[in-house]
């Protein structure tokens, strides 16, 4: 079972935020602080210490985007509560999640078995990370006001067996690659 995507933020609290009010995510209680010889030998890192979150990703049709809920108590776009704990033991959420980490202490990369230098689970960044929504030019205003660029331009373009995307590649604050989608038969 998919578990999580997980995205190394400069900030956690503020690129946390911005999935709040841009897409609607939730955030998943409690938030993680975790440090000690446990992390440093799951990480490969030496006095690792991390922070973050998990937020919930919508999961259905999102009537609007941009919803301020965090703020106010009131639903998200995508009709649920906006904060809740964990449902299996230890805060993990039934349904995937966006795992936003912080890590404190960085010195380079891990050593592996061999001595080598190589990627470490601290180094920012993915591949990207998209969100179906209901009217694409909307989600992609919200972002700009929400503190995120344009990477290209809005787009429609037939996908021969799987239908017509209307989609654009955004940035969120800190950089990271969004894909803003919608798909028509």
């Known amino acids: 079972m998919y578990a999580h995507t997980n995205l190394i933020a400069k900030d956690y609290k503020k690129l946390a935020r911005f999935y709040e009010k841009v897409f609607g995510c939730v955030p998943v209680l409690p938030e993680r602080d975790l440090s000690g010889e446990w992390l440093d030998r799951a990480t490969g890192i030496k006095g690792v210490h991390i922070r973050g979150i998990h937020l919930r990703l919508p999961m259905g049709s999102m009537e609007s985007s941009g919803s301020n809920a965090a703020e106010t108590g009131s639903e998200t776009a995508s009709g649920s509560n906006n904060t809740r704990k964990g449902g299996r033991g230890g805060g993990h959420s039934a349904a995937p999640t966006l795992e936003i980490f912080q890590y404190d202490s960085l010195k380079g990369g891990v050593l592996g078995a061999g001595g080598e230098r190589g990627r470490s689970p601290a180094d920012p960044g993915f591949g990207h990370i998209a969100f179906t929504v209901d009217d694409v030019k909307a989600a992609v205003e919200a972002v700009f006001e ?32 969004i894909e803003v989608q919608k798909w028509a038969e």
């Open 146 to 177: 929400n503190g995120g660029s344009a990477v290209g331009e809005r787009t429609v373009r037939e996908i021969p067996g799987a239908g017509i995307i209307d989609f654009q590649y955004v940035r969120d604050p800190e950089g990271n690659i």
